[in-house]
């Protein structure tokens, strides 16, 4: 059996507040550690039958940044769910909401900015 290995250091301040991410994956081609403003980690419990998670970001990390990280998890997971389960509709769903919570974002974002 083949081992991969994904390590991950959060750098933080006096608050403890993450100031820097970087992580680098064992069979990756990257032959540096790779800089990240933001990380979703989560982990499936099948005894509990529970989602153990880690959401961190840095302080650097902008608002609208956020929106597209978000935009973009969830697309990428009605993909992973569809490919998981089969289910084209309920994915399908789920881009639509991703895209609806986008164009909400963006309006709140320019009615702030007025």
Known sequence: MHKSNISIDVYLDDQKVPEQIKWKASDSNADMEQIAKAMMVAFWDGADKSALRIDLWTKDMMVDEMADFYYQLLMTMADTFNR??????????????????????????LQQNQ
């Open 84 to 109: 998981a389960t089969n289910q084209p509709e309920l994915s399908a769903e789920m881009k639509e909401f991703a895209k609806d919570f986008m164009q909400k974002f963006k309006k709140s974002q």
